[in-house]
């Protein structure tokens, strides 16, 4: 993914710091600007400053959830409009993930994942739409 996103930033909020290292390295090559957060206040804290393109945001965090970061960031968020969500979890639960969806969240991922699987959905999020063709 070279310089694919110049311009764009990203803030990652992950108390895992393997994850975090993980997410850094996978997206190093990417050009966006990359943020990092270990608990859920300094992500806010983060979010507010640098006003991210995407968010990958852990659901269980120190300091405040994942669902209370968004909740205080984009009471109405609307799905598919910026910034873009990634919330990624350990729990399977599909309560967590449906509660996550109806918050306008972009996509869910379950921990562990695959880091193709999170590159490929940080591209389909940064990457411009095509417009429709006019009819």
């Known amino acids: 993914m070279p310089a694919k996103f110049e311009g764009k930033s990203i803030l990652m909020v992950d108390d895992d710091q393997e994850i975090l290292a993980a997410m850094q390295l996978a997206l190093a090559d990417s050009g966006a600007t ?9 992500g806010l804290d983060k979010a507010n400053q640098a006003k991210p393109d995407l968010i990958i945001l852990d659901i269980m ?12 960031l ?26 996550a969806r109806a918050m ?19 591209e389909t999020l940064l990457t411009p739409k095509e417009a429709e063709p006019a009819a």
């Open 74 to 99: 984009q009471p109405r968020k609307q799905k598919g409009k910026p910034p873009y969500v990634i919330m990624v979890t350990g729990n399977e639960g599909k309560r967590h993930e449906a509660y």
């Open 104 to 122: 306008g969240v972009d996509d869910y991922l379950n921990k562990p994942f695959r880091m193709d699987r999170l590159l490929k959905s940080v």
């Open 34 to 42: 990359l943020h990092v957060a270990r608990d859920g206040n300094a």
């Open 61 to 72: 965090l120190p300091q405040r959830s994942g669902f209370l970061v968004l909740e205080k």
